[in-house]
């Protein structure tokens, strides 16, 4: 089965150390979404949507690249980082592919480094984070992913 993660993590990192770490454990390919404008999805078994949280969502172009690449009716996850971390984070994109008809493996998200706006005066949130604990739980939400395929 071939894999992509696709993403975008531009702010202290926390979203790539996760996804790299996925890569490198599982063999998933990556598409750094902030470099490449466009890319040939079709020819993933699976698509990753993973991104750092700005203002509650994903970040804008990671959206435009799976807007404008994603096929229709590809199974995808989601994955994000954020200081304070929530499911639906992840509705700007999956709006995107409910809209493209594709079908949702699951969504996992953890905590990141954060220090956004008035958090970079109280220190940020969720220092030393993602940990190593969380990255292996999100190589392991993959791996799951992967044995249901």
Known sequence: MRAVIVFASTHHGNTKKVVE??????GAELIDATVFDS?????YDIVGIASGIAYGRYYPKLLSFIENNLPDGKP???LHTAGSPKEEQNASAKAITDRKGCGCL??????????FGPF????GLGKGHPDQKEINE????FENICADR
């Not at 699951?106 to 220090?115: Q, S």
């Not at 999100?138 to 939400?141: E, G, K, L, N, S």
């Open 39 to 43: 890319a040939d999805l079709s020819v």
């Open 120 to 123: 970079k005066l109280i220190g």
């Open 106 to 115: 699951g969504t996992y998200c953890c905590r990141g480094f954060d220090t």
């Open 21 to 26: 770490t996925i890569s490198e454990q599982c």
């Open 76 to 78: 995808v996850f989601f």
């Open 138 to 141: 999100a190589v392991r939400f």
